[in-house]
């Protein structure tokens, strides 16, 4: 049995993550969560009573902790997923982006290279990375794991460092790293400040559906299940040292993504059935569709090759667009109550990352 320590495990991905290991593995997992605005226990009470299940209530800054987790729990991996990872609040206020994606990951990284140090024997760790570190791309090209770094938000930049101090620990110490890449995720227990949800909810809700500026921004959106499967294969499977970019191979326009979202819910909530939007007489979802100022530095199109990973590792999205939308859309109907928990007392959908002088 291998006991894998889950850092951000309360978060979107990380619970996602927890919750496919245990479904699919017998291996012990131990959550580390700092339980900011983004973590929640509720994304993992299904797996509250698995006796493989382990939560420690913890920040990654916090080395003393740290260690102690690893003294505790002996870990064989270390998948670390703790991160602040909104864009728009990276841009409200960077500080806590370098504390917790470059300082984190680097008492993550002495921890490990200790213990490793002190006789510990098979063990790996494996750092989850965006996109967004390559920053922008044209209107051709896909993302590949040796495009150069070219980050263009204080999230992003913070992102790239982690990523290159986690492949320094490898070249330098030989501690056994793995990087992986991802492009935009969805799927169930996602936070409402990111697109997907705030739509979802806000159309709900008949509030208006603000669009950055033409919504003509590109991103590859992935199924957050097919994400934690690459991630788990590349913990077992890949190569020390090496980066994998995991990608859904769905490209979609900002807008593209709001209108999918409309015609779900009108299939599945129509207007004429919901009373917020029969008081403001709208007949689709599509009506409250705004187009606001656009977020300061809006990288225009990300898109990945994920052709590595699928090649070396025999992974493969299980997911098209459309399919994980749907099933996304319907987990947020069925799951109104979480989504107003987590967003009590934390945010209530305003937005963010306007600076004072753009």
């Not at 889950?6 to 700092?34: P, Q």
């Not at 992986?180 to 909810?201: Q, R």
């Not at 020390?240 to 909530?269: H, M, S």
Request: aromatic share 10%.
């Amino acid at each position: 049995m291998n006991t894998i320590i889950v850092t951000g495990g309360a978060g979107f991905i990380g619970s996602n993550f927890v919750h496919h290991v245990l479904a699919n593995t017998e291996d012990k997992v131990v959550i580390i969560d700092k339980l900011t605005y983004a973590g929640n226990l509720s994304n993992l009470e299904r797996a509250k009573d698995n006796p493989n299940f382990v939560f420690v209530h913890a920040d990654i800054c916090d080395r003393a902790a740290v260690d102690k987790l690893f003294k505790d729990h002996s870990p064989t991996h270390v998948v670390n997923f703790a991160a602040e990872s909104h864009v728009d609040r990276s841009i409200d206020g960077p500080r806590p982006f370098i504390e917790t994606n470059i300082v984190g990951t680097f008492e993550l990284l002495e921890a490990s290279r200790n213990y490793v140090d002190a006789g510990a024997e098979n063990f790996r760790f494996l750092h989850v990375s965006t996109d967004e570190v390559y920053g922008s791309l044209g209107d051709t090209g896909l993302f590949e794991e040796t495009t150069a770094y070219d980050p263009s938000s204080p999230y992003s930049a913070s992102k790239a460092a982690a990523d290159h101090l986690c492949l320094s620990y490898h070249h330098t110490f030989g501690l056994d790293v793995v990087v992986t890449n991802c492009s935009n995720n969805f799927g169930p227990f996602h936070f409402p400040e990111k697109l997907i949800p705030l739509m979802i909810l806000n159309a709900l809700d008949g509030k208006d559906l603000p669009i950055y500026g033409d919504g003509l921004n590109v991103r590859d959106w992935l199924y957050v299940e097919d994400h934690c499967s690459g991630i788990l294969l590349a913990l077992l499977k890949g190569k020390a040292g090496e980066k994998y970019n995991i990608g859904g191979g769905n490209e979609r326009t900002n807008i593209e993504v709001v209108d999918k979202i409309c015609e779900l819910l009108d299939q599945f909530r129509p207007a004429d059935q919901n009373e917020k939007m029969k008081a403001l007489g709208k007949a689709s979802y599509k009506d409250l569709k705004i187009f606001v100022k656009d977020r300061p530095g809006h990288d225009r199109r990300y898109a990945i090759d994920a052709s590595k990973i699928e090649g070396d590792l025999g992974w493969k999205a299980a997911f098209g667009f459309d399919q994980g939308m749907e099933a996304t859309v319907k987990w947020f109907l069925d799951n109104m109550d979480w989504c107003e928990e987590v967003q009590s007392g934390n945010y209530r959908r305003e937005r963010l990352g306007l600076t004072t002088n753009s």
